[in-house]
């Protein structure tokens, strides 16, 4: 009799969560530019339709020199009336991350890419780097339904080298 109660449980929490309506996040531009081309080459950078509602995130570049020396600039934007700031604005050391990995929020950022990224070493970088079919995005933060846009500016040794910009779609559950 007790295993029915147990059945019972399991099925309506398996319901509540299947049912329930998540936060839906949805990739619809990416833009890379390198600003040195002699240093990186960007082969392509772009986002693949799977359906209405999935993207994928794909991106090719070559580091023709070594770069050891990696800073990384996050920027988030809001749209309304243009983009605005929102919520971050943040440079890091990008090589010392992927030794200690001791920073909680580029944490974050990190664990959705490691999977599909080539970039999961530590420095020098050099040769083929990329993030192929990157699609499943669990945001960990609440944010307003909306439009936005993240800024990465790669700096290798202390100049801007190549910048990448993901616009997605944000909508927060109801």
């Given at each position: 009799?007790?295993?029915?109660?147990?059945?019972?449980?399991?099925?309506?929490?398996?319901?509540?969560?299947?049912?329930?309506?998540?936060?839906?996040?949805?990739?619809?531009?990416?833009?890379?530019?390198?600003?040195?081309?002699?240093?990186?080459?960007?082969?392509?950078?772009?986002?693949?339709a799977y359906s209405r509602i999935k993207t994928s995130l794909n991106i090719?570049?070559?580091?023709?020199?070594?770069?050891?020396?990696?800073?990384?600039?996050?920027?988030?934007?809001?749209?309304?009336?243009?983009?605005?700031?929102?919520?971050?604005?943040?440079?890091?050391?990008?090589?010392?991350?992927?030794?200690?990995?001791?920073?909680?929020?580029?944490?974050?950022?990190?664990?959705?890419?490691?999977?599909?990224?080539?970039?999961?070493?530590?420095?020098?970088?050099?040769?083929?780097?990329?993030?192929?079919?990157?699609?499943?995005?669990?945001?960990?933060?609440?944010?307003?339904?909306?439009?936005?846009?993240?800024?990465?500016?790669?700096?290798?040794?202390?100049?801007?080298?190549f910048a990448t910009n993901v616009y997605f779609?944000?909508?927060?559950?109801?």
């Amino acid at each position: 009799m007790d295993y029915k109660v147990v059945i019972v449980g399991i099925y309506l929490i398996a319901s509540l969560l299947l049912c329930s309506e998540a936060p839906t996040v949805k990739m619809t531009n990416a833009v890379c530019k390198s600003y040195n081309k002699s240093w990186v080459a960007v082969h392509y950078c772009r986002l693949k339709a799977y359906s209405r509602i999935k993207t994928s995130l794909n991106i090719n570049a070559t580091f023709l020199e070594p770069a050891n020396n990696i800073h990384l600039h996050l920027k988030m934007m809001k749209k309304a009336s243009g983009y605005k700031p929102f919520l971050f604005d943040y440079t890091f050391d990008a090589c010392e991350f992927m030794r200690k990995r001791n920073q909680p929020f580029v944490k974050l950022i990190w664990n959705l890419i490691k999977d599909v990224s080539t970039v999961n070493h530590t420095c020098p970088y050099v040769g083929l780097q990329m993030v192929h079919d990157f699609h499943h995005i669990q945001f960990p933060l609440n944010m307003p339904s909306g439009d936005y846009l993240l800024l990465f500016d790669w700096i290798f040794d202390g100049k801007p080298q190549f910048a990448t910009n993901v616009y997605f779609n944000f909508v927060e559950d109801s």
